[in-house]
Each structure stands twice: as C-alpha cells, then as structure tokens.
T-cell receptor, first 118, second 112 residues
C-alpha cells in the first residue's frame, strides 16, 4: 500500500494567490482529515470527512479555506486568497473507520505539504 | 471540550530510558495513541492502548495508562539517537466525534 499521498510536497506562492492542496487517502479508508501544523499553534484539525461527507469543519480558520471530497479517493484543500499567516505544514490523514476492529479510528498521515506564502 | 497536555521537551542520554507523559480530560476516552514525528515527516503511529488496559509492551516501548488519573505515559527503553523526534499523545472518546484529539507534542532529544 502506498499510504496517504499528498501533493505538492512544497508550495511557495505570493500573497493573494490561490493555493490547492491535494490528498489521496489509503484505499478503503472511510474517513479523511486535514490538519495544519505550525510552531505557534501546534497540530490543528481543520476538517474531516466520513464517507466523503464533511462532518466537522469547525477548525477551518475562515472563509478563505474550503475543502472538498468529490470521491472516496481524492480530497482538496483550497486557500483563496492566501496570506502569509497561512504558511504552515498541511497534513492529510485517513482512517478505516469500519465497524469493529482495534484500529478502526487510527489515523494514517501523509508526508505533508509545506506551504510558504510570501 | 477534550484536552490533551504534554510537556514540551525531554532530553536524555543514549542508552537511558525515556519517559514521556501525557494527561487528558476526556473521561469517555476509548483509545489512546502515541505518534512519532521525525523532522520533515508526517506523524507515524507508534502504538496504541485501549482504555480498559493498564499496560502494553511492544519491544522497547511500554505504554502505561492510569485511567483514574487520566494519565498516559510512553517509556522507551535503551533510547537511541534515532529516537529523537516529536512524540504526540492522542485520544478518541465515545462521544460520536470521530477525530483524534492531539497533545502539543514532546520533543525528545537524545544526546550521544
């Protein structure tokens, strides 16, 4: 299994530009999570999906952030317009979330996208 | 809401044991996890424990859970320089919320 795949791995952009981060979860996993990690705020949950449906987006900072999951194998996190304070590492994670089993809620993380907004 | 707290930093000498501590507030916690993050990488699951267990051992790793005090610890025996990383404690409860609550992470520095 290839694990959770994120692209791009690094993104440098200018303030005001649109940024799109992509994630492919592990095949067969039903839940997908987007996190942001910064030195100041640590690891923050932005939004998570279950069976492609957004369940909790209370962590999304503001309307400039949006996330979609059009199918079970793909999700995007979009920032429009981007600002320097959005600079962070963005992680995607997926979990099996199937009935039963000891690891049904375990999250498997991708390598992250390091975003720098100038 | 749920809260998970960890100390920020721990320094040990190579060969010594490391103990990383974590406290949580969610009384409905069902699973508790330890993740490891190496520089420039994502979080990697190290181990987990069910809330009805007191201890779990996995090679050099020992997890202790004191459910009464809501205290979780991770002991790494014979710590190596390759163990230097940030260690995150996380929990999930039985409230219907399916997302993990993570601590702020403990940076472990192993000195040769």
């Amino acid at each position: 299994d290839a694990g959770v795949i994120q692209s791009p791995r690094h993104e440098v952009t200018e303030m005001g530009q649109e940024v799109t981060l992509r994630c492919k979860p592990i095949s067969g996993h039903n839940s997908l999570f987007w996190y942001r990690q910064t030195m100041m705020r640590g690891l923050e949950l932005l939004i998570y999906f279950n069976n492609n449906v957004p369940i909790d987006d209370s962590g999304m900072p503001e309307d400039r952030f949006s996330a979609k999951m059009p199918n079970a194998s793909f999700s995007t996190l979009k920032i429009q317009p981007s600002e320097p304070r959005d600079s962070a590492v963005y992680f995607c994670a997926s979990s099996p979330h199937v009935a039963g089993g000891p690891l049904r809620e375990t999250q498997y993380f991708g390598p992250g996208t390091r975003l720098l907004v100038l | 809401g749920e809260d998970v707290e960890q100390s920020l930093f721990l320094s040990v000498r190579e060969g010594d044991s490391s103990v990383i501590n974590c406290t949580y507030t969610d009384s409905s916690s069902t699973y508790l996890y330890w993740y490891k993050q190496e520089p420039g990488a994502g979080l990697q699951l190290l181990t987990y424990i069910f809330s009805n267990m007191d201890m779990k051992q996995d090679q050099r790793l020992t997890v202790l859970l004191n459910k009464k005090d809501k205290h979780l610890s991770l002991r790494i025996a014979d710590t190596q320089t390759g163990d230097s990383a940030i260690y995150f404690c996380a929990e999930i409860g039985d409230t219907g919320r399916r997302a993990l609550t993570f601590g702020s992470g403990t940076r472990l520095q192993v000195q040769p």
